[in-house]
């Protein structure tokens, strides 16, 4: 069975950093891309950030030049640099995936269960 598991959130002061990641495991085959989106109280669902198997990334005008998202393939694994945190960076932080499902013989959207990212002033 395929998760995702994101871990790395927690509380910091503005101006602060923290780098959550989220690592793919399973009956994978091959990872496309992955990205990070938020949820913060009140609000809908966004996306912070993308990234394809090739490396090339695309960010929220929100978060640009202060966020930066990687992966390492070896690792199924992607993570966000996030730099200079605004308490309006406040949010649950969710991964995706769009991968190959071997058990289910498809290509298919994955989630993490989400991290809480809180951003003091």
């Known amino acids: 069975q395929v998760q995702l598991v994101e871990s790395g959130g927690g509380l910091v002061q503005a101006g602060g950093s923290l780098r959550p990641s989220c690592a793919a495991s399973?009956?994978?085959?091959?990872?496309?891309?992955m990205g990070w989106y938020r949820q913060a109280p009140g609000k809908q669902r966004e996306l912070v950030a993308t990234?394809?198997?090739?490396?090339?990334?695309n960010y929220a005008n929100s978060v640009k030049g202060r966020f930066t998202i990687s992966r390492d393939n070896a690792k199924n694994t992607v993570y966000l640099q996030m730099n200079s945190l605004k308490p309006e960076d406040t949010a649950v932080y969710y991964c995706?995936?769009?991968?190959?499902?071997?058990?289910?013989?498809?290509?298919?959207?994955?989630w993490g269960q989400g991290t809480q990212v809180t951003v003091s002033s």
């Open positions: 995706n995936a769009d991968l190959y499902d071997v058990g289910l013989k498809l290509w298919t959207g994955y």
């Open positions: 990234i394809t198997g090739g490396g090339s990334s």
């Open positions: 399973g009956s994978i085959f091959s990872i496309n891309a």
